[in-house]
């Protein structure tokens, strides 16, 4: 269980782990202001960010489906 606040508007955060391999990333909407937030979905290291500030820490390639920082080569 991911709990916190969203980045966007300090609501309140409270989101299931989805199954399967983690970390995991996934696009979302607030649910309170509806601003496009990115979860990082970990046991150990959970994080969100709306996604002007996702995407100046990490490249989304669509056409592979990966993320990677971008401070990896």
Known sequence: MMMGEYP?????????????????????NCEHCGTKVWHKF???????????????EFIVDEENMSIRHRDEP
Do not use: H, Q, V, Y
């Open 8 to 28: 966007c508007c300090n609501g309140d955060l409270m989101i299931a782990l989805p199954e399967g391999d983690l970390p995991r990333f996934a696009p979302d």
């Open 42 to 56: 970990s046991r150990i290291d959970p994080k969100t960010w709306t996604e002007e500030s996702f995407f100046k």
